[in-house]
Every structure is written in C-alpha cells, then in structure tokens.
C-alpha cells in the first residue's frame, strides 16, 4: 500500500522560513517524480514545485527565487524549503508521486498525501 505523509506545516511569520517534508512508502520511490501543491480556503488545488526522477526542477512564478524542492532518495524522502513567506503563501500543502505525465498537472499524479496546513501570519 502506498503512503505519502507530509510533516512540517505550522504557523510562522511573514518573512520566515519553512521546510516541509514528505515521506513515501510502498513504492518505487526514484522512479517517481515529486510535486507539491497546495490548496487555500476557497480555491483551487494549484502547482507549486516539482522534482524529476532525473532531479529537474520547476516552479510556479510565485514561489521562483524563495523556494527550493529536493530529494533524498536514500530517505524516500522530498522537501520544500520555503523562504520569505508571504501570508498568501498560507495553504494545505500537499506532496504527490508521478510516474508519467505533465508534472506541474494534478492529473499527472497517482499519489497523494493527505496535507499539512501552512499558516502565514502578517
């Protein structure tokens, strides 16, 4: 059965720093791309970074330059280092697992985390 949890969600000030982590289990894990994306109240679940197999990386506009996505395959492990948050930065993150597709594409991804919620304060 496969499993991804994200850990690391919480409240921090505008400005701060975060890094969130997502564990996965009962797979392949190199052989799957990573994604992130998050959901704020109200709107749509949207493309926030993802990570190849061969470790290419993107980013949403919003997110380029204050985050950074990587990958310990050792770990099972990929994270997101978010840098100068902003409060509308504050969403569900959620962390996802792709083996084909368009990556910056929720269809692309087979599995799913259940979320950690990330919460900017003014």
């Known amino acids: 059965q496969v499993q991804l949890v994200e850990y690391g969600g919480g409240v921090v000030q505008a400005g701060g720093s975060r890094r969130l982590s997502c564990t996965a289990s009962?797979?392949?894990?190199?052989?799957?791309?990573m994604g992130w994306f998050r959901q704020a109240p109200g709107k749509k679940r949207e493309f926030v970074a993802y990570?190849?197999?061969?470790?290419?990386?993107y980013y949403t506009d919003s997110v380029k330059g204050r985050f950074a996505i990587s990958r310990d395959n050792a770990k099972n492990t990929v994270y997101l280092q978010m840098n100068s948050l902003k409060p509308e930065d504050t969403a569900v993150y959620y962390c996802?697992?792709?083996?084909?597709?368009?990556?910056?594409?929720?269809?692309?991804?087979?599995?799913w985390g259940r979320g950690t919620q990330v919460t900017v304060s003014s």
């Open positions: 009962g797979l392949t894990f190199s052989g799957y791309s």
């Open positions: 996802g697992a792709a083996e084909l597709g368009v990556l910056y594409s929720d269809y692309a991804y087979d599995y």
């Open positions: 990570i190849s197999r061969g470790n290419n990386t």
